[in-house]
């Protein structure tokens, strides 16, 4: 394999991102919009050189032709004008209109909101006070008295629908100003010594400019809409001027004996704003990070199997059981493959831990277990989890539902996120239990009280009624591993659940956990990454790296004798307490990019004793003894 240079692969990494276009074309119905608006804006600027008559010349002899008439291919209005003519150069008018609106009331509006959010004390409420006055009058009937103030006119219709329409730029851009301006790269744009307008236009703006595009992109067909309005009622385009409004208010007398005079106009009106808000709603999704995965969809209620072969069942007495287990992720031309093949088993009461780096395939197991990996992007490809003697990678998303929180429940790694902002922690345990069991609202409620004491949550009946930002860290990360106990489950995932805690509450937590397991029977499966988290609650350790388990056996014996390079790296990287002069080594180099994964062993690269068969074929993971496996062709020789 020739290795590129550096730049080389950086170029290549832009290359195989998908293209804001590609992510457009992605959703059909903007695609087809996107096609629509195009044909519609290419006809419009061609219009001055295609060979077509003045709109403006009247021709009584020909007034009212039909459409396909000989020379009039849409045919002609009342006073004999061409209507394929008029409408082409009315619809130049309609977009130029509606975008000079929509720019106008976007920079007034958004500038307006960025100092009134920016600034807060007495200069917003001035801005603001002013926004809510014009806000005060119902938009069109304000629109119409501008025009009364100002004239009809086309120009006059312009300004005037701006104007009603900046309040909407005004205060969604204030409201996110206002977040921003709190926040801490302000502050430190502050500390740094940079100017007031130096802060709004370079920190502040490039962070709402994604908003006032979007509501652009959304709010020009709503302006051509508005114009047309106007025009329709004789206030906006006078004649002999046309635009798409001025164009319908001329044919809707003639309606019963002329239809196409104004059925036409109002054709164009329609696939003009419906193409505009069908290109503005794929340009939000695009602009949404959360959606460039390459595919513009939500997320389905379980992650899509596409599973070549099924492995055979095995005869293990688990009460979970992972064969060959295989996600991947497709972010355009790229298939990232987070999950390798990973084979487990879980005995009742047991507790397993899954350790390795950030990035090993650790969460993306786990969430693969109960298909909660987000479809799209993420697909499970391979393998068979067998969970109650069910293969649950086949299982309708109604038994998965009742499986998730009921036999099997999970324990996310940050209780803020996963916790409900809006509902107290008892009314969420309650919603746990009635999920799952038919209990009423008063037994449900004195079963969650009796799992907040469970957790050993103080004053478990007064805390019922708290809100999650009510509680401390430690509080709520209790609360979510009440929530995990609420149906007795067979099982209990918990991703990370230490993490973001202090030693001492991460210490109590894993104590409450242990006690909570031997009183219940659960098995758990417990993902860390910190070895001293292991061999305080873990009967058995599973390490992983690059979506692949690289050594798995009893934890004292994982510990004391490691037989994966890799094991025993991680193992150096921990500090023994009273050792002070035990030298803590650091694994160089990164793990392997899972699009791009070498042959052999993943751990190749970084591994001090690699031979070149090393990087060879594929490495099994073979059985050594006392229950113990290992991803290596020489194992022995490093645990010596």
């Keep these: 394999m020739v290795a590129l240079p550096f730049t080389a692969k950086k170029a290549a990494d832009r290359g195989d991102r998908p293209s804001p276009f590609r992510l457009l074309i992605t959703n059909r119905l903007s695609a087809v919009g996107l096609v629509v608006l195009a044909l519609i804006v290419v006809l419009a600027l061609l219009t001055p050189v295609l060979p077509l008559p003045d709109p403006d010349i009247t021709d009584p002899a020909q007034r009212l032709l039909r459409p396909g008439a000989d020379g009039h291919l849409l045919g002609t209005d009342h006073l004999g004008r061409d209507l394929l003519s008029r409408l082409l150069w009315g619809t130049r008018v309609s977009i130029v209109v509606g975008l000079s609106a929509t720019l106008i009331a976007a920079i007034v509006g958004s500038l307006i909101g960025l100092t009134a959010g920016y600034a807060g004390g007495r200069t917003d409420s001035v801005l603001m006070r002013g926004i809510d006055l014009v806000m005060a009058f119902p938009y069109i009937l304000l629109a119409l008295g501008i025009v009364a103030v100002l004239g009809p006119g086309l120009l006059n219709a312009l300004y005037a629908i701006a104007i009603v329409n900046i309040p909407f730029f005004a205060r969604n851009i204030r409201g996110l100003t206002l977040g921003l301006s709190r926040r801490e790269f302000v502050d430190a744009a502050r500390l740094s010594g940079a100017s007031h307008p130096a802060i709004l236009f370079g920190d502040v703006l490039p962070n709402v400019l994604p908003t006032i595009v979007v509501t652009m992109s959304t709010t020009v067909g709503w302006m051509i809409l508005e114009t047309a309005g106007l025009s329709f009622l004789g206030l906006g385009a006078q004649p002999p001027q046309a635009d798409l409004g001025s164009m319908l208010g001329e044919g809707r007398k003639l309606l019963f004996t002329a239809p196409h005079v104004s059925v036409i106009p109002g054709l164009m009106i329609f696939v003009l704003v419906m193409s505009i808000n069908l290109v503005g709603d794929g340009i939000r999704d695009v602009l949404d990070p959360r959606l460039k995965s390459g595919a513009l969809a939500a997320p389905g209620a379980a992650t899509a199997v596409k599973r070549e072969a099924v492995p055979e069942k095995r005869g293990a007495d688990a009460v979970l059981s992972v064969e060959g287990l295989r996600t991947q992720f497709q972010t355009g031309s790229r298939i990232y493959k987070a999950v390798g093949g990973v084979d487990l088993d879980l005995a009742p009461g047991e507790r397993l831990g899954l350790v390795g780096e950030s990035g090993s395939g650790k969460s993306v197991t786990a969430l693969s277990l109960l298909r909660l990996v987000p479809t799209p992007p993420g697909t499970i490809t391979g393998g068979r989890v067998t969970i109650a003697g069910e293969d649950q990678l086949a299982a309708a998303v109604e038994d998965l539902r009742r499986l998730r929180g009921g036999r099997v429940a999970y324990v996310f790694q940050d209780p803020l996120t996963t916790l409900h902002p809006l509902f107290t922690v008892g009314q969420q345990i309650v919603e746990a239990l009635r999920a799952h069991q038919p209990l009423s609202r008063r037994q449900a409620e004195a079963r969650a009280i009796e799992l907040l004491d469970r957790v050993q949550i103080p004053s478990a009946k007064a805390r019922f009624d708290a809100y999650p930002h009510e509680l401390s860290g430690g509080m709520r990360q209790r609360v979510c591993i009440a929530m995990a106990l609420a149906n007795d489950p067979e099982v209990i995932i918990a991703d990370e659940p230490t993490t973001a805690l202090d030693v001492t509450v991460q210490a109590q937590v894993l104590n409450l956990m242990r006690g909570l397991s031997d009183a219940q029977g659960s098995a ?67 793990p392997p990019p899972v699009d791009r994964l070498p042959p052999g062993c993943a751990f190749a690269e970084r591994c001090p004793i690699a031979e070149p068969r090393c990087r060879e074929g594929d490495i099994s993971l073979d059985t050594l003894s006392d229950g113990r496996a290992v991803r290596c062709i020489k194992p022995y020789r490093f645990a010596s």
């Design 524 to 590: 758990v499966l417990f993902i860390t990454h910190d070895f001293g988290v292991v061999s305080e609650l873990c009967d058995r350790v599973a390490v992983m790296y690059a979506g692949r388990i690289v050594e798995i056996g009893p934890t004292q014996a994982v510990l004391d004798t490691p037989a994966h390079p890799y094991t025993r790296k991680l193992i150096d990287c921990v500090p023994v307490l009273g050792q002070p002069d035990r030298r803590l080594d650091a694994i160089e180099g990164l």
